[in-house]
């Protein structure tokens, strides 16, 4: 009876052990990682490329569509739960942070890299969940090439794994009225004050 008993708790323990590491290698598999975002090149005006987009209000845009006007762009994808929403709160924060004439001047892009799920009518839905379907803010997608393209000129990373999240650079980026690089924010959470007095600069200078 003893030794059926020390059978049984051993039985007991080792399956205990055995969820327990197959939960955390779960946790492990779903845990969103940010890849730093690559280098970019001075003076390569983004405002050359021809690639379309198409916005949450089915527009077709293309980025030299803004000439003239500084940008402010970020990407992401929609069903993203962990930092995705911080990465657009924090691009609302540089933005809301403008005054009331600059905002009218800045354009935001919002890029999905999840050329699959993100249609234009998903990314309708998702302004209208963040409070962000307002003038001046496009939510955008794309051809996936294209959309690739426009990450390798903005230094972002993004990495598909098999069960369809992303591993990504969490940056956002401020374009100057040429489609230059003008300044980029890497990672979450980050002070926003050198960002907008870029901002400012640029429309002071226009």
């Given at each position: 009876m003893r030794l059926l008993f020390v059978i049984l708790s051993f039985f007991l323990i080792y399956s205990s052990g055995k969820v327990f590491a197959q939960d955390v290698h779960h946790q492990h598999n779903h845990k969103?990682?940010?890849?730093?975002?690559?280098?970019?090149?001075?003076?390569?005006?983004?405002?050359?490329?021809?690639?379309?987009?198409?916005?949450?209000?089915?527009?077709?845009?293309?980025?030299?569509?803004?000439?003239?006007?500084?940008?402010i762009?970020?990407?992401?994808?929609?069903?993203?739960?962990?930092?995705?929403?911080?990465?657009?709160?924090d691009t609302w924060r540089l933005f809301s942070s403008l005054s009331e004439q600059s905002k009218e001047s800045v354009n935001v892009l919002a890029v999905?890299?999840?050329?699959?799920?993100?249609?234009p009518e998903v990314l309708a839905e998702y302004a209208k969940d963040e409070q962000l379907d307002i003038s001046g803010w496009h939510f955008v997608t794309g051809k996936d090439t294209d959309i690739r393209m426009l990450a390798m000129m903005l230094g972002v990373k993004y990495q598909k794994d098999s069960n369809?999240?992303?591993?990504?650079?969490?940056?956002?980026?401020?374009?100057?009225?040429?489609?230059?690089?003008?300044?980029r924010v890497e990672g979450l959470n980050q002070p926003m004050d050198e960002a907008a007095s870029v901002i400012d600069a640029i429309l002071k200078n226009m």
């Open positions: 969103q990682e940010a890849l730093k975002a690559g280098e970019v090149q001075s003076g390569h005006s983004l405002y050359h490329l021809d690639n379309e987009f198409i916005t949450h209000r089915n527009e077709e845009v293309q980025l030299f569509d803004f000439t003239g006007e500084p940008v762009v970020v990407m992401f994808y929609g069903n993203c739960t962990q930092v995705c929403p911080i990465l657009i709160q999905s890299f999840d050329t699959e799920n993100d249609s369809g999240n992303f591993a990504h650079s969490n940056l956002i980026t401020v374009l100057d009225g040429e489609g230059n690089v003008a300044k």
